[in-house]
């Protein structure tokens, strides 16, 4: 599979990490999970460097990590501490150590660097909406589909879709996006594409979820931001159509993937809103309306793909095209580059270390008188 590796990945919620042993794949590797006492978050390979035992199934002795196997012991940073053999305290091998992955924990999301460049921290996307309790009320949830990461990220650029998968629901009627206007634009790295419908009627849960939107016609405004690999923003704003009140319904949606494997990936998706903060029964009602879109109407459609496709490579199969498929095309164009740009490197990397290597003289032996 091929995928950006010097990027963050989120590998969990916060609230899903504790003082247990938890695994998740990411990019076709089993990585550990735990917080140490002080309530640090860790990352480390699940593989014991022994016999290939799943770490995970072993058990926390203070911050160490127990083999459930032969019972070898791995600090926080992947170094083997202790070696109960033999006779309870044996020696430690200079290569008993498994992988240590940065980590970072920030918008209630535990992110590890993939990669072997230095992390930045800096190079996190902006989800600032799901940690902001003041202006902000959040819930959130985690599910697998059966499909390349890819292909989603299409779903969720794709919002034309919304009419139609999601009828009845989050869909307005097909009226409503006749007179639609679409603006996209680069900047950077991330692709924006805003879509604004006037004069419109809001879609039946949005209307559940605030009464002020029944009966009135509203501006409709959704804007999606794309961050590579797989970040995904979805901003919806309606006011009251021919006027600037905003304080109506503001909602954002996150999608964050985690490509599993080939075939698998993993999302991690909150709601954020900005109206209601103090109704919990809006929480249950959202949630409900989340769960049905991602859970069951977009996860089935998405997998379905994958079984009339029997292929993970969309290019292959050669798909028609129309004019609202142009930001998943360049979001699809640009992963590609970024992928190729990164794999370019290594080889070059590998080249000039190889280089170094055949230029280095052999030691001459000392000569035994």
């Known amino acids: 599979m091929k ?4 990027t963050w990945y989120v590998a969990a919620w916060d609230y899903e990490v504790g003082r247990h042993l938890m695994m998740r794949e990411i990019l076709d590797r089993p990585i550990l999970l735990y917080r140490e006492e002080n309530g640090r978050a860790v990352a480390l390979s699940d593989i014991c460097p022994h016999r290939y035992a799943p770490l995970h199934k072993g058990r926390l002795c203070g911050d160490r990590v127990e083999c459930p196997y032969h019972g070898l012991q791995f600090d926080a940073n992947g170094q083997c501490v202790h070696n109960p053999h033999p006779h309870g305290n044996g020696p430690i091998p200079r290569n008993a150590r498994v992988r240590s992955y940065p980590v970072i924990e920030q918008y209630g999301a535990i992110w590890v660097w993939m990669g072997e460049k230095e992390p930045d921290p800096n190079a996190l ?3 600032h909406f799901i940690s902001d309790t ?29 009419t139609f998968t999601h009828a009845g629901t989050l869909g307005a009627g097909l009226d409503n996006v006749r007179n ?9 790295n991330t692709l924006w594409c805003k879509r604004f419908n006037d004069g419109i009627e809001a879609g039946s849960d949005f209307q559940r979820f605030n009464p002020a939107l029944v009966g009135i016609k509203v501006d409709k405004q959704q804007n999606v931001r794309w961050d590579p690999p797989g970040y995904i923003v979805i901003i919806i704003r309606y006011v009251q159509a021919d006027t600037e009140d905003t304080h109506y319904t503001s909602i954002f949606a996150g999608n964050l993937l985690t490509p599993i494997s080939e ?12 109206f209601g903060l103090q109704i919990e029964a809006l929480d249950h009602a959202m949630r409900a309306s989340a769960e049905l879109a991602l859970m069951v109407q977009d996860k089935t459609m998405i997998e379905d793909q994958l079984r ?16 609202d498929d142009a930001t998943p095309v360049a979001a699809r164009r640009l992963l590609k580059e ?29 000569r035994v008188t």
Request: avoid cysteine.
């Open 3 to 6: 995928h950006l590796k010097n």
């Open 338 to 366: 970024l992928i190729e740009a990164e794999e370019r490197e290594e080889r070059e990397q590998r080249a000039a270390g190889s280089a170094t290597r055949r230029a280095e003289p052999e030691a001459t032996p000392e």
């Open 308 to 323: 009339l496709m029997g292929t993970t490579d969309l290019e292959s199969m050669r798909p028609v095209y129309i004019a």
């Open 134 to 162: 003041d202006n902000y009320r959040t819930i959130r949830g985690v599910f697998d589909i059966e499909n390349h990461y890819e292909m989603v990220n299409d779903n969720a650029l794709d919002l034309t879709h919304v």
């Open 180 to 188: 639609e206007r679409v603006v996209r634009e680069r900047i950077g």
């Open 263 to 274: 075939t698998r990936t993993r999302m991690f998706w909150s709601v954020s809103r900005t």
């Open 125 to 127: 996307p902006d989800y």
